[in-house]
């Protein structure tokens, strides 16, 4: 049964790159996509985007100028940067199996303050 | 962008049914936008109940059932019970594969 693990900072500063990464237990990374969502507190999910194992990617056209989503396939990992982060990106990252998300993380919380 | 619209809320009786629906800004839902349907409870992460309009997963109770009804998506739960009181969220795929989520609907099973 494949898992999914999220990892990174839980706090960044305003103006600053939030990294997280995806660490993918009990199955390939190859074959699949793998997705980030988010969800700010209090509020639903937002899909931020999606890799590919290959590289390809598909991102949220309101993110994807300070989006990049990559894939580590030596470590069975995906990862996710920010850039320019201000308190709207204070939220619960969940990482996900799939382009749709079939599987999920646990979720990390991370807080955007200085 | 497209805006994926549930009902905000909806109550159901313990043992009733219930039906939450998905609907596009762009018009129709139909099967090529692969409807999926997840159940989020307090702390916990979502978890996926349908893919692709209809489809079960392997830990989804028999009373929750997807389809297609009137232009929209659709999630039925027929004999509702408490531990189904939750956030529900559906999502669509749109033209060039990006994904949109609706708001979600919270469900009280009351």
């Known amino acids: 049964q494949v898992q999914l693990q999220e990892s990174g900072p839980g706090l960044v500063k305003p103006s600053e790159t939030l990294s997280l990464t995806c660490t993918v237990s009990g199955g390939s990374i190859i074959t699949y996509y793998w997705s980030w969502v988010r969800q700010s507190p209090g509020k639903g999910l937002e899909w931020i985007g999606y890799?590919?194992?290959?590289?390809?990617?598909n991102y949220n056209p309101s993110l994807e100028s300070r989006v990049t989503i990559s894939v580590d396939m030596s470590k069975n990992q995906f990862s996710l940067k920010v850039t320019s982060v201000t308190a709207a990106d204070t939220a619960v990252y969940y990482c996900?199996?799939?382009?749709?998300?079939?599987?999920w993380g646990q979720g990390t919380m991370v807080t955007v303050s200085s | 962008q497209a805006v994926v619209t549930q009902e905000p809320s909806l109550t159901v009786s313990p043992g009733g049914t219930v039906t939450l629906t998905c609907g596009s800004s762009?018009?129709?839902?139909?099967?090529?936008?692969?409807p999926y349907w997840f159940q989020q409870k307090p702390g916990q992460a979502p978890r996926t109940l349908i893919s692709?309009?209809?489809n079960k997963q392997s830990w989804t109770p028999a009373r929750f059932s997807g389809s297609l009804l009137g232009g929209k998506a659709a999630l039925t739960l027929s004999g509702a019970q408490p531990e189904d009181e939750a956030e529900y969220y559906c999502?669509?795929?749109?033209?060039?594969?990006?994904?949109?989520f609706g708001g979600g609907t919270k469900l009280t099973v009351l």
């Open positions: 999502l669509l795929s749109y033209s060039g594969a990006r994904m949109v």
């Open positions: 762009t018009g129709v839902v139909t099967s090529g936008h692969f």
């Open positions: 890799i590919h194992y290959s590289g390809a990617t």
């Open positions: 692709d309009t209809k």
């Open positions: 996900a199996r799939d382009a749709a998300c079939t599987v």
